[in-house]
């Protein structure tokens, strides 16, 4: 007669997280000690988490808001929603956006002088590109090319815009301006020019 055999198994009571599979100089802290310009997004996100599923809770969130914009966008309470935030964690997480958007518009004591036109676009572009709206403003200059004052001008629908011109100038009219700069944003993320903007850029009253 056989003796019964007996199928064992062996079970974990919790399954490896993705951070314990990384070797130490893979896991996102350690990366950001080294150098934090160097991280990728997902890596920034699972640094503020913290916690054993840092990482997979930093994928949930780029799954669930898409991108840093989506999320700093994303009400506190969407946050906190996510499997293994917390409203703890989601404050963390908005301050930290918070922090960035006040680095991003910092302005030096002294106006910064607009040489080029990317000096214009790092002044309004940070903040510019998280916008859901199209959104158009004028970056109003004095003789010397410094910056005078950034108005905005219209607000207008995710691809489109209603604008007088008169609007465009009287920033400058106001300030005595010696010369102005029109810039606005591309809700959609795509930068290809439309006739939309075309038309905007003629001066004339479009939609």
């Known amino acids: 007669m056989n003796a019964p055999t007996l199928n064992m198994q062996i079970q974990t009571p919790y399954p490896q997280t993705k951070l314990k599979l990384r070797p130490l100089r893979e896991?996102?802290?350690?990366?950001v000690t080294q150098d934090a310009d160097a991280c990728n997004l997902l890596?920034?996100?699972?640094?503020?988490?913290?916690?054993?599923?840092?990482?997979?809770?930093?994928?949930?969130?780029?799954?669930?808001?898409?991108d840093i914009g989506g999320l700093y966008r994303a009400h506190i309470a969407e946050i906190g929603s996510v499997k293994g935030i917390g409203q703890s964690t989601a404050a963390c997480l908005k301050a930290a956006l918070a922090l960035g958007k006040r680095l991003a518009m910092d302005v030096p004591e002294e106006p910064p002088t607009i040489n080029s036109p990317?000096?214009?676009?790092?002044?309004?572009?940070?903040?510019?590109?998280?916008?859901?709206?199209?959104?158009?403003?004028?970056?109003?200059?004095?003789?010397?090319?410094?910056v005078l004052d950034i108005v905005e001008v219209y607000k207008g629908s995710l691809n489109s815009a209603q604008i007088r011109v008169a609007e465009v100038f009287r920033?400058?009219?106001?300030?005595?301006?010696?010369?102005?700069?029109?810039?606005?944003?591309?809700?959609?993320?795509?930068?290809?020019?439309?006739?939309?903007?075309w038309r905007k850029s003629q001066g004339s009253k479009c939609n």
Do not use: K
Not at 27 to 31: D, N
Not at 171 to 192: G, K
């Open 27 to 31: 896991q996102p802290v350690y990366r």
């Open 43 to 66: 890596e920034l996100l699972a640094t503020v988490v913290g916690g054993p599923q840092q990482i997979e809770i930093a994928e949930a969130l780029l799954a669930r808001f898409g």
């Open 118 to 146: 990317a000096d214009a676009a790092r002044l309004v572009q940070y903040e510019m590109s998280i916008l859901e709206q199209e959104h158009l403003r004028v970056i109003v200059l004095n003789t010397r090319n410094r």
């Open 171 to 197: 920033p400058a009219i106001r300030l005595n301006a010696a010369a102005l700069i029109v810039v606005h944003n591309h809700p959609s993320h795509d930068p290809t020019p439309s006739p939309v903007i």
